[in-house]
Nanobody
């Protein structure tokens, strides 16, 4: 039972990336998935949450309008489309189960991992 984040890379400011979070050992239908990131020297922070057929979704204020989470249930995969990337988006990005059926609370501050481990994450570096 695990979630594996992938798709990171080195991009320039203003570029886009799409991260993938693939689940194995369980189905996404029953869980809310949270995206998190951790920059060097900083605490891990919530970025986005998605659940309930993508109807229940919220984002950190710093990424609203730039990042979009979505789910492809046929592939048991959650995506994080990141547009207009900024140097401050540089971090290791992780995904994790954060709730049963629905995202917890109404903001990313309510998110915490409920089962499984963080995994290795995927590095996103935004630099000119």
């Amino acid at each position: 039972v695990q979630l594996q984040a992938s798709g990171g890379g080195l991009v320039q400011p203003g570029d886009s990336l799409r991260l993938s979070c693939t689940a194995s050992g369980f189905t996404l239908d029953y869980y809310a998935i949270g995206w998190f990131r951790q920059a060097p020297g900083k605490d891990r922070e919530g970025v986005a949450c998605i659940s309930d057929g993508d109807a229940n979704t919220y984002y950190a204020d710093s990424v609203v309008g730039r990042f979009t989470a979505s789910t492809e249930y046929a592939k048991n995969t959650v995506y994080l489309q990141m547009n207009s990337l900024k140097p401050e988006d540089t971090a290791v990005y992780y995904c994790a189960r954060v709730g049963r059926f629905r995202c917890p609370g109404t903001t990313v501050r309510a998110m915490s991992i409920i089962s499984g481990s963080w995994g290795q994450g995927t590095q996103v570096t935004v630099s000119s």
